[in-house]
C-alpha cells in the first residue's frame, strides 16, 4: 500500500511496551479533540475523543490526555501491538462553531515484533 | 458494510481533463464532509453539507472543484481541468449531530487521484 506519509516523526516501540503520541493543538477556543487511526492506503478510523470539560478519558488499551493550559494532547497506548502500526493524527473542532475538523500533522507509530 | 464508502478507490487522469468523485455517507448520517490529503499531511477541510445545503466550503475549493448533495443522500466531487497540484487523496466522511451535539465524523476509504 501507499505510505501515508513519507516524513512524519517517527515512534518506535517493542511490541508489548506502552506508547505515548503527543500533539499540540493550535486554537485554544477548541473544545472537542479526537485521536485518528490512518493505515496505509485507508481512511482514517476513529478511535478515541475527549471533551474539553475533561483532561482524561479512557478507551480499550488507549487513554487520552488533555492539557488545556500548554494546549497538549496525548495518546497512550497499553501493550501496543504490531496492528497499532500506523499513522496517528489529532483533530480539534469547536463546539458551535464551523463544523470541519483541523487535523495536527501526524506521528508514524511502529512496532517492532 | 454500513460504513462510509467511495467510488472510486484510485483514479489516474491527464492534466486538464475532468474528473468525479462519489462518497455514500452513513445512512442515517445527515451531515457530509469532504477533505484533501496530500502525503505526509493530515486531511485538509474542503467543504460540509448538512443534508442537501453546502454549508461551508474551504479556501482550498477552488473554481475548478465543485461538489453536490442533491437529495441529501451521496455527494459528488467534481474538478474541472486537473491541474498536477491536484493530485491527493479525497476523503469524505460523514457525522450524525445537531447543533447541540459534538461532531464524531466517520470517514470513507478516499479516492487516489493521480494527475499525469
Known amino acids: 500500500g501507499e505510505s501515508v506519509g513519507l516524513h512524519l516523526p517517527t515512534l518506535s516501540v517493542q511490541e508489548g511496551d506502552n506508547s505515548i503520541i503527543n500533539c499540540a493543538y493550535s486554537?485554544?477556543?477548541?473544545?472537542?479533540f479526537i485521536w485518528y487511526k490512518q493505515e496505509s492506503g485507508k481512511g482514517p478510523q476513529f478511535i478515541i475523543d475527549i471533551r474539553s470539560n475533561m483532561d482524561k478519558r479512557q478507551g480499550q488499551r488507549v487513554t487520552v490526555l488533555l492539557n488545556k493550559t500548554v494546549k497538549h494532547l496525548s495518546l497512550q497506548i497499553a501493550a501496543t501491538q504490531p496492528g497499532d502500526s500506523a499513522v496517528y493524527f489529532c483533530a480539534e473542532n469547536i463546539f458551535g462553531g464551523r463544523r470541519a475538523l483541523t487535523f495536527g500533522s501526524g506521528t508514524r507509530l511502529q512496532v517492532q515484533p | 458494510d454500513t460504513g462510509v464508502s467511495q467510488d472510486p478507490r484510485h483514479k489516474i487522469t491527464k492534466r486538464g481533463q475532468n474528473v468525479t468523485f462519489r462518497c455514500d455517507p452513513i445512512s442515517e448520517h445527515n451531515r457530509l464532509y469532504w477533505y484533501r490529503q496530500t502525503l505526509g499531511q493530515g486531511p485538509e477541510f474542503l467543504t460540509y453539507?448538512?443534508?442537501?445545503?453546502?454549508?461551508?466550503k474551504s479556501r482550498l475549493l477552488s473554481d475548478r472543484f465543485s461538489a453536490e448533495r442533491p437529495k441529501g443522500s451521496f455527494s459528488t466531487l467534481e474538478i474541472q481541468r486537473t491541474e498536477q497540484g491536484d493530485s491527493a487523496m479525497y476523503l469524505c466522511?460523514?457525522?450524525?449531530?445537531?447543533?447541540?451535539?459534538?461532531?464524531?465524523?466517520?470517514f470513507g476509504p478516499g479516492t487516489r487521484l493521480t494527475v499525469l
Open positions: 486554537n485554544s477556543a477548541s473544545d472537542y
Open positions: 453539507f448538512q443534508n442537501e445545503a453546502q454549508l461551508e
Open positions: 466522511a460523514s457525522s450524525q449531530g445537531t447543533s447541540a451535539s459534538y461532531n464524531e465524523q466517520f
